[in-house]
Each structure stands twice: as structure tokens, then as C-alpha cells.
């Protein structure tokens, strides 16, 4: 498989097999977006919105990772930072949101958010899987990766926080997942903006 190396950090994803794996993410977090959102206002849960929100976000930066490849380092890397930003607008999106819900307090349906997020999980690890090969590479690149690997994690964060609410009857559980979901935006968004601000600095 050509330019594809578990540890080349100069893969710039040219690469049919790369474009076509892109394709199949991009598809996986549009649909699971429209089903999470729906899910989260349905059953009230401030942490399946913040989910949604980022599955598309992923959906639209995968779209413009897919749209740079090939392109120019300056190119590909101000679409790093852009996908960055855009990390650190839904983290505040979601921080806004969770300080709401403080207010407004509802109790979410915990077998809502329980099998909504499994199902997430389950998506999210097939996306991580199909780039288990991609994972390092240019700032663009990388950016992919780093997304599929924090939602697997996240979602892991609101099976147990179904739990929890299942448990307690409490809906500060679902607020505070929100909040670690924001922040886990907000660290993906660091490395990110880092590393294309590095590769700029490189060609200079």
C-alpha cells in the first residue's frame, strides 16, 4: 500500500485506498449525527447533542481532508487549522450549552442514551479500525485520526454515564460528560493547531 506508514508523519494521504476509507467515515458520521441528535433532543441528553455535534463536525472536516489532499503544505495545513478552530467553536458550543441545561435541569432517558451511544461506539471503532493504518501523518491526516480516536473514547464515556443515570436518576452526570467531551475538543484542537503551525513554520 503505497505512502501508507503506521509512523510516517509525511503521509499526505495520497492514496486511493486512504480516499476511498475517507469516503466510508464520512458517510458513518453524517448518518450517526442526524440519529444522535434526533436521540439527544428526543431524550433529553446534553452529552448525545455534544456527541452529535461532533459527529458533524467530522463528517464536514473529513469532507475538506478529502477535498486538500494533493494540494499544497500551505493548503493542507490551514485546513488543519481550520478543522482546530472549529474544535475549539463546538467545545465552547457545547460548554454553552451544558451551563444552560444547569438551569433547565431535565433528567435524559438512560436507555436512550445507553443504546444510542453503543451504537456510536460501534461506529466509531469501525472508523478507527479502517484508519488503524493512517494514523500518523501531516497535520490534515492526523487531524482525521485524532477524531475517530477521541470519539471512540467519548462514546465509551456516555455508555458509562448511562449507567449512571440509570442508577442515580441524576442528569449532572449527562451535563458533566458534556463537559469532558468539550474538553477532550479542546485537546484534540492543541495537537492540531501545533502541528500545522509547526509545518508552516518548516516551509519558511
Known sequence: MSGCCDHNSNFEGLSNDYRRILWWVIAINAGMFL?????GIGG???????DALDFLGDSLTYGLS???IGK???????????KGYSLVFMALLVFGGT???LFVLNEPNALTMGAVAIAALFANLF???????YKDGDANVRSVWLCSRNDAIGNVVIVIAASGVWFTSSAYIDLGVAAFLAVLFLNSASQIVKQAHAEQKAQT
Not at 433529553?44 to 455534544?50: G, N, R, V
Not at 499544497?72 to 481550520?82: G, Y
Open 35 to 39: 440519529v444522535e441528535m434526533f436521540a
Open 66 to 68: 478529502l477535498w486538500v
Open 44 to 50: 433529553q441528553s446534553q452529552a448525545l447533542q455534544a
Open 99 to 101: 451551563i444552560y441545561r
Open 72 to 82: 499544497s503544505i500551505s493548503v493542507r495545513s490551514n485546513a488543519a487549522l481550520f
Open 127 to 133: 472508523s478507527v479500525w479502517l484508519l488503524r493504518k
